[in-house]
């Protein structure tokens, strides 16, 4: 099976991984693809994640550890990923213990988080930060701060637990609803639409030896990396043209995405009736 972004040497893995990274390689050599994961495969190429990021290492200042951050070129803008409720339970009200740790609500599904590689199912309701904040009285996002796992902290328990019939936002990663919406903003507004080339990022972060993976292909392929094999925990951290007009941001540990760009662009993100996205004059 192709190797889409390389393991390093094994003299380069610390002792306690190399019996890890030596079974998930075994693993993946005697995997057999579906023909989405096969087609998903053909349309990238690994390229060297050192010289493709120089750029953005230089640009945002940092080791993109967790994705690089960029600026705003010459706007930007965060979309907040999705979140759902359940509708065969009740809303919750400002009192988040009315709800809160309910059994049954989740199907036996262990997940609280949105994902990436799947559409949510049809008895989940898209909630909007906005329609919550407004429900528990939280500003959408605190002064000061990013989309992160502390915000809209009236609707949790004291103990900290999340409304069960509540799908969180996934932190980390575009969900599936988002990822393909931002997608098609983002091929109108490049250059040579779906066959615009573009590279993807997955940061330091995102695999446990330490790999930072970048590969290149069409705008328009990028909906099948969701089908990738080596790639269904988490969406790219950051992705952009060859041009570098725009390029998005999303950070390992936040529940929103930063598009920096144009302003035609970033107003169109805005827009957008299926994305939640704002400015943070804070975080521009």
């Known amino acids: 099976m192709q190797d889409i972004y390389g393991f390093p040497d094994m003299d380069d893995v610390p002792s306690v991984l190399r019996d890890v990274l030596a079974k998930d390689k075994a693993e993946r050599a005697a995997q057999v693809l579906t023909p989405e994961e096969a087609a998903a495969f053909a349309n990238w190429t ?24 960029p600026p705003a070129r010459p706007d930007s803008a965060w979309i907040l990923h999705a979140m759902y409720e359940d509708l065969r339970f009740p809303v919750i009200s400002a009192d988040a213990d009315d709800v809160a740790g309910k059994e ?45 796992r502390y915000q809209l902290h009236s609707c949790r328990t004291e103990t900290g637990r999340k409304p069960d019939n509540i799908l969180w936002s996934n932190e980390g990663s575009l969900d599936w609803e988002t990822w393909h919406q931002l997608l098609d903003v983002l091929i109108e507004y490049s250059p040579d639409g ?20 970048v590969l290149t292909g069409r705008l328009g392929d990028a909906r099948d990396l969701c089908h990738h094999p ?55």
């Open 46 to 69: 690994r390229v060297s994640a050192e010289a493709e990021t120089r750029w953005l290492a230089a640009l945002s200042g940092d080791d993109g550890l967790v994705g690089f951050e």
């Open 104 to 148: 049954g609500t989740r199907d036996g599904d262990d997940e609280d988080e949105t994902d990436w590689t799947v559409p949510p199912r049809p008895h989940w309701q898209r909630l909007r930060w906005s329609e919550l904040a407004e429900r528990v009285g939280d500003p959408i996002i605190e002064e000061g701060s990013y989309p992160d």
């Open 194 to 213: 779906p066959d615009t080339r573009c590279l993807v990022h997955f940061c330091l972060n995102m695999f446990y030896y330490h790999v930072p993976t």
């Open 230 to 284: 080596d790639l269904r925990a988490y969406s790219p951290s950051n992705i952009w043209p060859a041009d570098r007009t725009w390029v998005t941001y999303t950070d390992f540990d936040l529940h929103g995405t930063k598009v920096a760009g144009p302003t035609p662009l970033i107003e169109a993100l805005l827009n957008s009736p299926g994305l939640e996205a704002l400015r943070l004059p804070w975080k521009p």
